[in-house]
């Protein structure tokens, strides 16, 4: 059965202090990797595609790592305002359909 | 990047009513478009996948009499909820797939549902 885990469920960061989010996988056939941020009451944004393992994407602060098993969200030198939920996804070869893991709740501290 | 509207952002009805939720990819063509409902402090639960011009396809346990889904055109596509109940009262978000092959999927900012 194809699924999508997060680690940590929640953090907590210190202005300025570097960290990484981690997704792990198992999703058959897959098509791409996805990231997003969901701001309370929102949907979600989109932030990164990643398609093969070594891909990495960045944006800003934040920088997006794929391998076979997991991927990995940097974010360096983080502000308050890139307090979210971060969620991952897989989208699977043979469903076609994005499966999501539960999200990291990030809170970044002044 | 894509943009998709939802509306509308807020709704509260009676129970027994039917309430309708629209979705619109502003500046792209999505022959593909997604239903999704959220529980607080929970992840998005895929309700139904909705193609141009076909019935949707619905995911298990989810009552396609209850959630109507029309994709009647390329940038459109609407989630009537018939004779709604408080158990329905939920965040409601729809998402569409960018064509071509980046599988992209950009999400509306969702629909808060109260059923009183």
């Known amino acids: 059965e194809d699924q999508v885990t997060q680690s940590p469920e929640a953090l907590r960061l210190q202005e300025g202090e570097s960290s990484s989010l981690n997704c792990s996988y198992t999703v058959s056939g897959l098509r791409g990797l996805f990231w997003y941020r969901q701001d309370p009451g929102k949907g979600p944004e989109f932030l990164f595609t990643?398609?093969?393992a070594g891909e990495e994407k960045e944006k800003e602060r934040l920088k997006a790592t794929l391998t076979k098993k997991e991927s990995f969200l940097h974010i360096t030198a983080p502000k308050p305002e890139d307090s979210a939920t971060y969620l991952c996804?897989?989208?699977?070869?043979?469903?076609?359909?994005?499966?999501f893991g539960t999200g990291t709740l990030l809170a970044v501290q002044p | 990047g894509a943009v998709v509207s939802q509306h509308p952002s807020r709704v509260i009805c009676k129970s027994g009513t039917s309430v309708k939720i629209e979705c619109r990819s502003l500046d792209f063509q999505a022959t593909t478009m997604f239903w999704y409902r959220q529980f607080p402090k929970q992840s998005l639960m895929l309700m139904a996948t909705?193609?141009?011009?076909?019935?949707?396809?619905?995911e298990q346990g989810v009552e396609k009499d209850k959630f109507l889904i029309n994709h009647a055109s390329l940038t459109l596509s609407t989630l009537t909820v018939t004779s709604a109940h408080p158990e329905d009262s939920s965040f409601y978000i729809c998402?569409?797939?960018?064509?071509?092959?980046?599988?992209?999927?950009?999400f509306g900012p969702g629909t808060r549902l109260t059923v009183t």
């Open positions: 998402s569409a797939r960018t064509p071509g092959g980046s599988y992209e999927q950009y």
């Open positions: 996804a897989g989208l699977g070869g043979a469903t076609n359909k994005l499966i």
């Open positions: 990643l398609y093969s």
């Open positions: 909705s193609n141009e011009g076909s019935k949707a396809t619905y």
